[in-house]
């Protein structure tokens, strides 16, 4: 039985809605346009008249005193109208989004290769690449630290280590029947949108400015310029209608771009654009953060857990950007689904001479999930049991668990772990038990090719872990022959919220979608907005768009009652009409006598999101409003003469809440899951020794292509509503898919471990490309050779 919502129950709604509604699979509201090319994105718009464009000149030293920037043979080149520099900047020279430290050009000093210098306005970009090249530049190159192990051994870091502890770890350490001790490198990620970053500034009376900027954070882009400038947030205006992709890496960064532009056109009063190709898009910008994280566990002879101690240092790279909060991510999600009763957890954020890593989708939660995931691994095979099982007996407990274990390692007690119930229906659906025993049987009887399995869950927390960024704000109107204006703080990158919100709307005004304009994302419209990350995107915008109808609801019915003299509580919205007293009438008829009656229909949304807190200090709260699981079982086969694998197959159970569109959903899924698996395999920085960063196109960095999706892929929504008053009961589904990835790296270490009979572990390092696959299999090979050999963890 479906808990009420509201007076009505869940499967009410879902019988009840409009065939656009919470609920139908509607398509992408930009599907069509996205397939014809007719989809309008920031390079797209027509270019005004006297359009400057905008090219960066970059630092090619990791960390340098600047002694010399003669830029007088730039200026003169022709076609030139404009060259920037930090000094020529009126306001601050900074787009930190949290902490300062970001300059928008290197003043004096430089912190990595591809740090911005200067840029250079021209009427063609060609010219502005010729003309910067002209630069006349003198460095003192200064010791430069590149990797989390140079940065530890000098102890850099951009901001202070934290730690949370609950229990006595060392001592349970210690006494411990079993004890593991490793480490495991995670590898970062670089966004890889389709549409790099772009801005386009115009400028209007008074000084003021409209950007065009392919962002999720618009309000940051307004708020950078205003400061860049020195002028009020009132005078910068950004406006986005869709993004060609963001992943996290278009939240903070994109106010570098939009910055250098809104400062070229204040200059010169003429419009400009920044659009960067791809390599210097990959270049200047952040990834995903690289970790390292050591770990001490604990275990008795059944792989229950009794304590353990984490050690997670990632590469913030030279500032903090969003660092603080994404690695107080990672810490939250080092438990993933396993009660922790005896836990250390230490973060070190680590200042390097490289580029500022910023946010990636899962925002520092998958890299502590990746080493529990790996923990879990070694311990089945250090006491001989299948992986499954003892993630079974480490998960969390029920809400009334009398055992108390339900409380994660910042003391937030999960009351809603259905995770026992997905793994039960996967087993079952995915033939776990059956084809463990079939793999198992191949490895014995082939020498060469191999075969790994591996069934690895999803606790996801949803909420921004900064308190104050879960809020949102709509704008609504109605016109008078019943169309609807929605507005929102939201962006969309592809993701589908823009469909999801005014399938909302739709719901609530029993109407169908198509009567619901759906505009661009403008800070004009909506003030202060929160970046669209932290998978909030559908919780915040949806509920303030719905806030914003019920508003209007509310007047519509209020006038509806003395108009026809009726009781208000008898008043139905429904998709034939609105059903007053014994009447029905249409929903333009009622939008038109309102209008003329002169009731208001307009109004704005608000929400913010109840029951979440957390005491930085104690590291103790309830930072997440709820928590969003998922399971997949990954199927690989790995040659081990040459490195190379395939993965034959993956079932996944998601779970969605009450799903708004499950066939958006859906994709959400696979997707977010192809990018994980490329993120856990093919995906790889390299930076040498002198921080230059050598995989910066396709040809050197490989994203997962057609042919490594899994042959077979089962997906399956778990659609049971949310047991906390989200959205229509919905849950987030924009960033938990990406950790189902883990089961793909997962198995290729399982597989790689059948050469030893699943005795020892082979200590892959992420990203598992190839190289690393095939070194593991002739290192367990060696030692097999070797039995007296310990195994080591360094």
Same mark, same amino acid.
């Given at each position: 039985?479906?808990?009420?919502?509201?007076?009505?129950?869940?499967?009410?709604?879902?019988?009840?809605?409009?065939?656009?509604?919470?609920?139908?699979?509607?398509? @992408?509201?930009?599907?069509?346009?996205?397939?014809?090319?007719?989809?309008?994105?920031?390079?797209?718009?027509?270019?005004?008249?006297?359009? &400057?464009?905008?090219?960066?000149?970059?630092?090619?030293?990791?960390?340098?005193?600047?002694?010399?920037?003669?830029?007088?043979?730039?200026?003169?080149? !022709?076609?030139?109208?404009?060259?920037?520099?930090?000094?020529?900047?009126? #306001?601050?020279?900074?787009?930190?989004?949290?902490?300062?430290?970001?300059?928008?050009?290197?003043?004096?000093?430089?912190?990595?290769?591809?740090?911005?210098?200067?840029?250079?306005?021209?009427?063609?970009?060609?010219?502005?690449?010729?003309?910067?090249?002209?630069?006349?530049?003198?460095?003192?190159?200064?010791?430069?630290?590149?990797?989390?192990?140079?940065?530890?051994?000098?102890?850099?870091?951009?901001?202070?280590?934290?730690?949370?502890?609950?229990?006595?770890?060392?001592?349970?350490?210690?006494?411990?029947?079993?004890?593991?001790?490793?480490?495991? *490198?995670?590898?970062?990620?670089?966004?890889?949108?389709?549409?790099?970053?772009?801005?386009?500034?115009?400028?209007?009376?008074? #000084?003021?400015?409209?950007?065009?900027?392919? =962002?999720?954070?618009?309000?940051?882009?307004?708020?950078?310029?205003?400061?860049?400038?020195?002028? !009020?947030?009132?005078?910068? $205006?950004?406006?986005?209608?869709?993004?060609?992709?963001?992943?996290?890496?278009?939240?903070?960064?994109?106010?570098?771009?939009?910055?250098?532009?809104?400062?070229?056109? @204040?200059?010169? #009063?003429?419009?400009?654009?920044?659009?960067?190709?791809?390599?210097?898009?990959?270049?200047?910008?952040?990834?995903?953060?690289?970790?390292?994280?050591?770990?001490?566990?604990?275990?008795?002879?059944?792989? /229950?857990?009794?304590?353990?101690?984490?050690?997670?240092?990632?590469?913030?790279?030279?500032?903090?950007?969003?660092?603080?909060?994404?690695?107080?991510?990672?810490?939250?999600?080092?438990?993933?689904?396993?009660?922790?009763?005896?836990?250390?957890?230490?973060?070190?954020?680590?200042?390097?001479?490289?580029?500022? %890593?910023?946010?990636?989708?899962?925002?520092? +939660?998958?890299?502590?999930?990746?080493?529990?995931?790996?923990?879990?691994?070694?311990?089945?095979?250090?006491?001989?049991?299948?992986?499954?099982?003892?993630?079974?007996?480490?998960?969390?407990?029920?809400?009334?668990?009398?055992?108390?274990? %339900?409380?994660?390692?910042?003391?937030?007690?999960?009351?809603?772990?259905?995770?026992?119930?997905?793994?039960?229906? &996967?087993?079952? =659906?995915?033939?776990?038990?059956?084809?463990?025993?079939?793999?198992?049987?191949?490895?014995?009887?082939?020498?060469?090719?191999?075969?790994?399995?591996?069934?690895?869950?999803?606790?996801?927390?949803?909420?921004?872990?900064?308190?104050?960024?879960?809020?949102?704000?709509? &704008?609504?109107?109605?016109?008078?022959?019943?169309?609807? @204006?929605?507005?929102?703080?939201?962006?969309?990158?592809?993701?589908?919220?823009?469909? *999801?919100?005014?399938?909302?709307?739709?719901?609530?005004?029993?109407?169908?979608?198509?009567?619901?304009?759906?505009?661009?994302?403008?800070?004009?419209?909506?003030? $202060?907005?929160?970046?669209?990350?932290?998978?909030?995107?559908?919780?915040?915008? +949806?509920?303030?768009? /719905?806030?914003?109808?019920?508003?209007?609801?509310?007047?519509?019915?209020?006038?509806?009652?003395?108009?026809?003299?009726?009781?208000?509580?008898?008043?139905?919205?429904?998709?034939?009409?609105?059903?007053?007293?014994?009447?029905?009438?249409?929903?333009?008829?009622?939008?038109?006598?309102?209008?003329?009656?002169?009731?208001?229909?307009?109004?704005?949304?608000?929400?913010?999101?109840?029951?979440?807190?957390?005491?930085?200090?104690?590291?103790?709260?309830?930072?997440?409003?709820?928590?969003?699981?998922?399971?997949?079982?990954?199927?690989?086969?790995?040659?081990?003469? =040459?490195?190379?694998?395939?993965?034959?197959?993956?079932?996944?159970?998601?779970?969605?809440?009450?799903?708004?569109?499950?066939?958006?959903?859906?994709?959400?899924?696979?997707?977010?899951?192809?990018?994980?698996?490329?993120?856990?395999?093919?995906?790889?920085?390299?930076?040498?020794?002198?921080?230059?960063?050598?995989?910066?196109? !396709?040809?050197?960095?490989?994203?997962?292509?057609?042919?490594?999706?899994?042959?077979?892929?089962?997906?399956?929504?778990?659609?049971?509503?949310?047991?906390?008053?989200?959205?229509?009961?919905?849950?987030?589904?924009?960033?938990?898919?990406?950790?189902?990835?883990?089961?793909?790296?997962?198995?290729?270490?399982?597989?790689?471990?059948?050469?030893?009979?699943?005795?020892? @572990?082979?200590?892959?390092?992420?990203?598992?490309?190839?190289?690393?696959?095939?070194?593991?299999?002739?290192?367990?090979?060696?030692?097999?050779?070797? !039995?007296?050999?310990?195994?080591?963890?360094?």
């Amino acid at each position: 039985m479906h808990e009420p919502i509201h007076g009505i129950t869940v499967n009410q709604i879902r019988a009840d809605h409009v065939n656009s509604g919470v609920g139908a699979s509607v398509k @992408h509201d930009s599907a069509i346009k996205h397939v014809s090319g007719e989809a309008l994105y920031t390079d797209d718009l027509s270019e005004p008249r006297d359009l &400057l464009h905008i090219y960066i000149a970059q630092s090619t030293q990791a960390h340098a005193k600047i002694l010399r920037l003669d830029l007088d043979a730039v200026k003169a080149y !022709p076609g030139v109208m404009a060259v920037i520099q930090a000094s020529d900047v009126p #306001g601050k020279n900074d787009f930190g989004a949290v902490i300062e430290g970001d300059p928008i050009f290197a003043d004096g000093l430089v912190e990595y290769v591809g740090q911005s210098l200067f840029a250079v306005a021209a009427e063609h970009i060609d010219i502005a690449r010729k003309a910067a090249a002209l630069a006349q530049i003198e460095y003192e190159p200064l010791p430069a630290l590149i990797t989390v192990r140079d940065a530890l051994a000098s102890d850099s870091f951009v901001l202070p280590s934290k730690t949370f502890r609950r229990g006595e770890p060392e001592a349970h350490l210690a006494q411990a029947k079993h004890r593991l001790q490793g480490e495991i *490198k995670i590898g970062g990620q670089d966004h890889y949108y389709l549409e790099s970053n772009i801005a386009l500034a115009l400028s209007g009376e008074d #000084g003021d400015l409209k950007i065009f900027s392919s =962002t999720q954070h618009p309000t940051e882009i307004q708020h950078c310029c205003a400061r860049v400038l020195g002028v !009020p947030d009132h005078a910068i $205006n950004v406006e986005v209608r869709r993004m060609g992709g963001g992943f996290g890496g278009k939240e903070s960064q994109p106010a570098l771009f939009a910055s250098i532009a809104a400062l070229v056109t @204040h200059h010169t #009063g003429r419009p400009s654009k920044l659009r960067l190709d791809r390599d210097d898009d990959m270049t200047i910008t952040g990834k995903r953060h690289d970790y390292l994280i050591r770990y001490d566990v604990g275990f008795d002879g059944q792989g /229950r857990i009794q304590a353990i101690a984490f050690e997670a240092a990632s590469r913030c790279g030279m500032s903090a950007d969003l660092s603080g909060s994404i690695n107080d991510r990672t810490m939250f999600h080092l438990d993933n689904a396993y009660y922790l009763e005896h836990v250390s957890i230490v973060s070190h954020r680590c200042k390097t001479h490289t580029v500022s %890593n910023t946010a990636f989708r899962g925002f520092g +939660g998958p890299q502590g999930m990746v080493a529990i995931e790996r923990v879990i691994d070694e311990i089945a095979y250090q006491v001989g049991k299948d992986p499954l099982d003892v993630r079974k007996i480490n998960f969390y407990g029920p809400a009334d668990d009398p055992a108390g274990r %339900n409380v994660t390692p910042y003391f937030m007690t999960v009351t809603d772990n259905i995770l026992p119930e997905i793994i039960s229906e &996967l087993e079952t =659906t995915a033939d776990y038990t059956a084809r463990r025993a079939q793999i198992m049987q191949f490895n014995r009887e082939n020498t060469y090719l191999k075969k790994g399995l591996s069934l690895t869950p999803v606790k996801f927390g949803i909420s921004f872990t900064a308190t104050h960024l879960n809020q949102a704000g709509a &704008l609504m109107h109605i016109y008078s022959d019943g169309s609807i @204006h929605l507005n929102h703080g939201g962006t969309e990158m592809g993701q589908g919220l823009f469909t *999801k919100v005014a399938q909302i709307v739709a719901e609530e005004f029993q109407v169908e979608i198509d009567r619901i304009k759906i505009t661009a994302t403008t800070t004009d419209k909506v003030p $202060n907005t929160s970046p669209t990350a932290a998978s909030s995107g559908c919780d915040l915008n +949806g509920q303030a768009a /719905r806030n914003a109808a019920l508003i209007l609801k509310g007047r519509l019915t209020e006038f509806a009652a003395e108009h026809y003299s009726v009781d208000a509580a008898t008043i139905r919205f429904t998709a034939e009409g609105v059903i007053v007293g014994d009447k029905l009438i249409a929903f333009n008829a009622l939008i038109q006598k309102a209008y003329f009656a002169r009731i208001s229909l307009s109004t704005t949304g608000f929400y913010s999101t109840p029951k979440i807190h957390f005491n930085a200090e104690s590291g103790k709260g309830h930072p997440f409003f709820y928590f969003a699981y998922g399971a997949a079982v990954s199927e690989v086969t790995v040659d081990t003469l =040459t490195g190379e694998y395939k993965v034959d197959r993956v079932d996944i159970v998601h779970d969605c809440g009450a799903s708004i569109n499950p066939a958006i959903d859906t994709g959400q899924v696979e997707g977010g899951f192809i990018q994980g698996m490329g993120w856990l395999t093919t995906e790889e920085l390299v930076y040498d020794e002198c921080g230059v960063l050598r995989t910066h196109a !396709p040809s050197t960095y490989k994203i997962p292509a057609c042919g490594d999706r899994p042959r077979i892929m089962n997906i399956q929504l778990r659609c049971d509503p949310n047991r906390e008053e989200s959205v229509y009961r919905s849950k987030a589904v924009g960033e938990p898919p990406l950790m189902l990835g883990i089961s793909v790296f997962n198995a290729l270490n399982d597989a790689v471990a059948s050469l030893a009979d699943y005795g020892r @572990h082979p200590q892959i390092d992420a990203p598992a490309t190839p190289e690393r696959v095939l070194m593991a299999c002739a290192k367990l090979r060696e030692r097999e050779c070797k !039995p007296d050999q310990a195994l080591t963890h360094a």
